[in-house]
């Protein structure tokens, strides 16, 4: 089976950190563009960064821009989100997705839903005091 796996969620207080994992099964990320988008309850689901998988290069939303820092390790098949200065705004279900891409172009679509070829199941962070 082909599928994503999300870990390293959790309750963090403000100001704090945590760095989030996406884990490809039955596929090597190689060759796919990686998002991570988040939904928060009764928001819509929103992209939070990309990765290219033709060299690297990244792009993250103003709401986390400086705060969060998306790579990848194709050696371990596992992309990461690393996230500092968590606010209690962060606080949403975390998911990884990945799309056939040398850019990160599909993550710019409003229906990045359907281009993403792959979803993982989401990880839940909570920040709160």
């Known amino acids: 089976q082909l599928h994503l796996v999300e870990s390293g969620g959790g309750l963090v207080q403000p100001g704090g950190s945590l760095r989030l994992s996406c884990a490809a099964s039955g596929f090597t990320l190689d060759g796919y563009a990686i998002g991570w988008f988040r939904q928060a309850p009764g928001k819509e689901r929103e992209g939070v960064s990309c990765?290219?998988?033709?060299?690297?290069?990244?792009y993250s939303a103003d709401s986390v821009k400086g705060r969060f820092t998306i790579s990848r390790d194709n050696a371990k098949n596992t992309v990461y989100l690393q996230m500092n200065n968590l606010k209690p705004e962060d606080t949403a279900v975390y998911y990884c997705a990945a799309v056939i891409s040398r850019s990160c172009l599909p993550f710019h679509y409003s229906d990045y839903r359907i281009r993403y070829d792959y979803w993982g199941q989401g990880t839940q962070v909570t920040v709160s005091s």
């Open positions: 990765i290219t998988s033709r060299d690297g290069s990244s």
